[in-house]
């Protein structure tokens, strides 16, 4: 088993916030780093993060999933942000992305690494790859998902249904701050809006954040607020 394993959120480019991280974890050549995601678009330096993933352990995020869609089907539009990835991307880049897992089991620890979310009472062998890549509110037994901006009533963000038996990670949402519960913890903190880039460390559960260097991406995201569980929000 690795000394430790580390989990970080959604780099989206920020490739110097990485490596300050990394350089603040310390990470030794016997830790097991993962990523959890939506390592393009965005940010500066989305080629020099897919490059620091292929030697690490990556899983695909919707961002990545996108770009695979746009390799696929050329004629679909696509925007200024993701042209500008696409334009750095090597055929080798878009064959490492079809190679990603949708998640990564640590049985040692009793944790899942997803994308984005679970839905309850399913084993992670049978969960939908959509709700993998892109799950935030739902309300069970219904399968759909809803950004929380866009929720009808009755819907909930998806950690307040998943009761394990495994701790899932996961990215994509992103949080005010980090989400730790039982069952769930939650490391997108919003690097490239200006927040911070946060990662988890197993054993011992420790949450490690840097701040961003700056603001690389203005979204709607960065203006509401909705509460998705015990007090913690996440930008929609």
Request: aromatic content about 8%; some cysteine; hydrophobic content about 35%.
């Amino acid at each position: 088993m690795s000394k430790r394993t580390i989990i970080v959120g959604d780099v989206h480019g920020c490739y110097d916030e990485l490596l300050t991280l990394i350089d603040k974890i310390k990470l030794d050549k016997d830790d097991k780093l993962i990523l959890s995601g939506d390592i393009v678009d965005r940010g500066p330096k989305r080629w020099e993060c897919v490059q620091l993933a292929k030697q690490h352990n990556c899983i695909l995020g919707n961002h990545e999933e996108k770009h695979l869609i746009y390799r696929n089907n050329p004629k679909i539009p696509m925007s200024e942000d993701h042209k500008k990835t696409a334009d750095e991307l090597t055929e080798e880049d878009y064959e490492y992305f079809e190679s990603l897992p949708i998640y990564i089991k640590l049985p040692e620890y009793n944790a899942i690494v997803v994308h984005a979310g679970v839905l309850p009472d399913l084993p992670i062998e049978n969960q939908p790859e959509n709700i993998l890549l892109h799950c935030q509110n739902i309300c069970p037994p219904d399968r759909k998902h809803h950004w929380p901006s866009k929720s009808p009533p009755g819907y909930k963000f998806w950690t307040n249904y998943w009761k394990g038996p495994e701790r899932i990670i996961f990215g994509h949402t992103v949080l005010e701050k980090p989400l730790v519960t039982e069952y769930a913890v939650g490391v997108d903190t919003g690097c490239v809006f200006g927040h911070a880039l946060t990662a988890v460390v197993l054993p011992d559960w420790e949450i490690v954040s840097v701040p961003a260097r700056k603001a690389y991406h203005s979204s709607h995201r960065v203006i509401a607020k909705y509460e998705i569980m015990d007090g913690i929000k996440c930008y929609s």
